[in-house]
């Protein structure tokens, strides 16, 4: 996809204020039945706790136990979050949501930023800033010896943060249409950084220069990742290449793409992170294609980016982790490790430890390394593995059989379908949960509201005890689209027949 398609609308549309920070009360947080959403975008790991998102919903004990951070009463609930990094005591995290804009007959929905949160007691009381904008009077940046004409950014749309990384006392973020900016105040102020536009190999303040920083006309100035090394090294990410300063980010060296075998595969830098080791730092980008002829690709360099390994060529990838020597990649075609950077095993269809079942076009968004745990977020619940990736806990929305407060306008059945009413758009799946007490076949269907028979989702199968989930994508035997209306699905099973009806709406 070309970044231009994500631009969208009006980056001079009114914008937001600035605001106080706010300090939340000291209170409990809240507990949960289990992780909050089945989508899991975002980990992060600060010993003991595994921080997730897109709710800031942590576990400190390995997903025994679940809570809800504090900071989502900053947002009235409508916000996710978009960028996570946690650096000792501190935890940061960039706020959106997605807004639905139509103009005519054409709908958008575009990224919008609400902000910050922070903690600097490791969750205990929470922060927020504002959005990393711009006035209207903006339009100028001293730059050395340099007054470099700029596009005034004040409008909260495609200004989300997609990257953050805060060390040595600085945030740094990745602000899409807002480019890579720094705070060194926690976010009360910001710093616009310059960056070499497409033209330049590089850029110097002691250097003469007659170009208008706008991310409408430059992919250098759309910012998607940011990484400050453990020597203080600063890697941005744009969607025109990979920029890199020794001094702080006063000056810039820019690495991009090209058809040479040892350079980056793609321009567009989606990911970045660093694995020290004994023969040095080696950094390894997370690249898509900004445009023809580039690739996805994970990309690893051992000499500060001046040439790069290519691995998992045409692979789409979120995030990558470590764990000793063993490289995880999490991406679109699941989730891949290798203990040499050389061969890659794929793990497409893990192996459940429970009688759970994954949907069949699942995606590894993160992955996070927490001592012999590996952690992948996925669009379909939250798989843990204990052994080296061989087995998997799957975590997901703990629903109960048995709902406190059942629709009354459905029977009590001893099975439970969730989302329902259903809507495949939104929801793509349908989750009909069932428990068995011993062993048993089991055998599902869907009926339609005159009890024909609609299709099988499971025949006669061996399951062992425990609660189990059957899928179903609101279609029939033979593929197609059923129309809005309530269908039956029954659960049978030798210790009898549960059924219970499912609201089809589109």
Same mark, same amino acid.
């Given at each position: ?296 690709? %994970?990309?690893? #360099?051992?000499?500060? @980016? &001046? $040439? *790069? =390994?290519? +691995?998992?060529?045409?692979?789409? /990838?979120?995030?990558? !982790? ?59 619940? %939250?798989?843990? #593995?204990?052994?080296? @990736? &061989? $087995? *998997? =806990?799957? +975590?997901?929305?703990?629903?109960? /059989?048995?709902?406190? !407060? ?101």
């Amino acid at each position: 996809m070309s970044p231009w398609l994500l631009m969208g609308i009006g980056l001079l549309a009114m914008g937001t204020g600035g605001g106080k920070a706010h300090v939340l009360p000291l209170r409990p947080d809240s507990l949960l039945r289990g992780i909050t959403r089945n989508t899991v975008t975002h980990l992060a790991v600060q010993e003991p706790v595994l921080w997730t998102g897109p709710k800031l919903a942590y576990t400190p004990d390995g997903g025994r136990s679940w809570y809800l951070a504090r900071a989502d009463s900053l947002y009235n609930g409508r916000g996710t979050v978009y960028a996570l990094h946690v650096e000792g005591d501190t935890i940061w995290a960039s706020v959106g949501y997605t807004r639905r804009m139509q103009s005519g007959d054409r709908v958008q929905f575009i990224p919008t930023a609400i902000g910050f949160v922070y903690s600097l007691d490791r969750g205990r009381t929470w922060r927020f800033r504002p959005p990393q904008l711009d006035t209207a009077t903006d339009t100028v940046l001293v730059y050395g010896n340099n007054r470099i004409r700029a596009l005034p950014v004040i409008a909260p749309e495609q200004s989300v943060v997609y990257d953050l990384h805060y060390r040595r006392g600085q945030l740094w973020v990745a602000g899409w249409a807002s480019g890579i900016r720094r705070s060194r105040d926690m976010g009360r102020t910001w710093e616009r950084i310059v960056l070499p536009p497409r033209e330049l190999a590089a850029v110097r303040p002691d250097e003469v220069y007659n170009f208008v920083l706008d991310p409408r006309q430059d992919f250098n100035f759309l910012g998607f990742s940011v990484l400050v090394d453990q020597r203080g090294v600063v890697w941005a990410g744009t969607a025109g290449g990979l920029h890199r300063s020794e001094d702080d980010g006063r000056s810039w060296r820019a690495i991009r793409a090209s058809r040479a075998p040892d350079a980056l595969a793609g321009n567009w830098i989606v990911g970045l992170a660093e694995q020290p080791g004994p023969d040095g730092i080696r950094i390894w980008a997370i690249t898509w294609p900004a445009e023809s002829g580039e690739e996805f690709a %994970l990309c690893v #360099s051992q000499n500060d @980016g &001046r $040439s *790069w =390994d290519r +691995l998992l060529l045409g692979e789409r /990838l979120y995030a990558v !982790a470590f764990q000793g020597k063993r490289i995880w990649a999490a991406g679109t075609s699941g989730l891949f490790y290798s203990d040499d950077g050389a061969s890659w095993q794929h793990i497409r269809q893990p192996l459940l430890r429970s009688g759970a079942m994954l949907r069949p076009d699942w995606v590894a968004y993160t992955v996070a390394v927490q001592d012999s745990l590996v952690w992948v977020g996925t669009n379909d619940g %939250l798989l843990r #593995s204990s052994d080296g @990736g &061989r $087995s *998997w =806990d799957l +975590l997901r929305v703990d629903v109960p /059989l048995r709902p406190e !407060a059942p629709d009354p306008r459905m029977p009590p059945v001893e099975a439970y379908a969730y989302p329902n009413p259903f809507a495949p758009e939104d929801h793509r799946w349908c989750r009909i949960r069932f428990a068995l007490p011993e062993p048993s076949t089991v055998t599902v269907r869907i009926y339609d509201y005159a009890l024909a028979p609609v299709l099988t989702l499971m025949q006669g199968a061996w399951l062992p005890a425990g609660v189990h989930e059957v899928p179903w994508d609101g279609k029939d035997a033979q593929g197609r689209r059923l129309a809005n209306g309530v269908y039956v699905y029954t659960v049978e099973t030798r210790f009898g027949l549960a059924r219970g009806k499912i609201l089809l709406l589109e």
